[in-house]
């Protein structure tokens, strides 16, 4: 029968009975290798699959390279095996930015704290001092490049500040067994008066409701207060002689010992956390006041001249300010967020420098 149809399955066996010959003739592909495999790219050739051919090292580059090798080789055994050496970081000398003459303020050499305060409430930053020869407080305002001042009459020299909130501060009276409560800002305004048993030398803000207070009558004492003024505990006196001033940080109280001459650190307790007592020529001298910032605690040795940096447990840090940096009997110290440290010292002045 004429014109028969091929199945297509003899049509696919016949295609390839044609084509087995040039199959016979070609080489077996090679097993591809794991570097090889799809998904995976070999690291001798390049993206679009060409191998890439070994350069050919000429006579001159493999002396060169052996040459290198020796001399490493060489540099290695002479080296030493020492850890590298770490960098040194030295700080700054502070800077006098400032001197602020228009302030009222204490005599220098006085018993008392001559301290000073700098707070700062929309904007506007109020730098006070107590005045021992007027017996009040001043104000310097500094807002918007404008200055002007305000005076609060007290009757007798307060000692020392603290913040008790954003605008209230409080103040121990040396003369008399009292602690004065003022507001700030716009103006300077008495709130109140509370009577106390002692006449406390530095008081300092301890926790909501209750005040620290450093005294130095008879063998001297440090008490917590409510803010009535009551005495809720005494500190044990067997570790300190002469509690001159007083400062509080993350709940423990800093004090500055005027006999021992040396900064001591207890907790709200009582208990002592540390003492530190410089020797030799670094010995204090005088008066210390004390007060803490950014992780540090400061203390200003009035006949030492210099103000020395702590840190938080009691480990010698620096002498942030000494006599070359012009300073003379420093009394009141305080730091302000921007780092600037305000001395008050000689003859009423006011000297601002910027820490490191």
Same mark, same amino acid.
């Given at each position: ?5 091929? !199945? ?192 406390? !030398? ?16 008879? !063998? ?30 993350n709940g423990n109280c800093i004090v ?90 000689l003859n009423s002045y006011i000297r ?5």
């Amino acid at each position: 029968m004429s014109g028969r149809r091929t !199945s297509s399955r003899l049509r696919v066996l016949r295609s390839s009975l044609l084509k087995s010959p040039q199959k016979s003739s070609e080489k077996t592909p090679a097993k591809p290798t794991p570097y090889s495999r799809p998904g995976r790219k070999c690291a001798s050739k390049d993206p679009e699959g060409k191998t890439k051919s070994k350069p050919i090292e000429t006579n001159e580059q493999k002396t060169s390279k052996s040459t290198s090798k020796g001399n490493d080789k060489q540099s290695r055994q002479a080296l030493p095996d020492v850890p590298p050496i770490q960098p040194t970081t030295v700080p700054e000398r502070s800077q006098l930015i400032e001197i602020i003459e228009n302030t009222p303020g204490c005599r220098c050499g006085s018993l008392l704290i001559m301290d000073i305060l700098v707070m700062t409430l929309e904007g506007a930053t109020a730098i006070l001092t107590s005045d021992r020869d007027n017996e009040s407080v001043n104000a310097l305002y500094r807002e918007g490049g404008e200055e002007r001042t305000s005076t609060l009459p007290t009757s007798q020299c307060l000692t020392n500040f603290t913040i008790i909130e954003d605008n209230l501060v409080a103040a121990g009276v040396w003369c008399q067994f009292k602690i004065v409560f003022f507001k700030v800002f716009p103006d300077l305004d008495l709130q109140r008066t509370i009577d106390t048993k002692m006449r406390y !030398s530095s008081i300092a803000f301890l926790s909501p409701g209750t005040l620290v207070g450093g005294h130095v009558m008879g !063998s001297g004492g440090v008490d917590v207060l409510d803010m009535s003024g009551n005495i809720l505990r005494t500190f044990d006196g067997r570790h300190y002689s002469g509690p001159y001033s007083v400062c509080t940080y993350n709940g423990n109280c800093i004090v500055g010992d005027a006999k021992n001459l040396a900064i001591m650190c207890f907790n709200d307790r009582g208990d002592l956390l540390f003492t530190f007592k410089p020797r030799a020529n670094k010995k204090f001298v005088g008066f210390l006041t004390v007060t803490s910032h950014g992780g540090y605690i400061y203390a200003s040795d009035r006949e030492g001249q210099r103000v020395v940096q702590l840190t938080s447990d009691g480990k010698y840090v620096r002498d942030v300010l000494t006599r070359e940096d012009g300073i003379k009997e420093p009394q009141g110290i305080c730091i302000t967020d921007d780092n600037l440290l305000y001395v008050s010292v000689l003859n009423s002045y006011i000297r601002v420098y910027r820490i490191g």
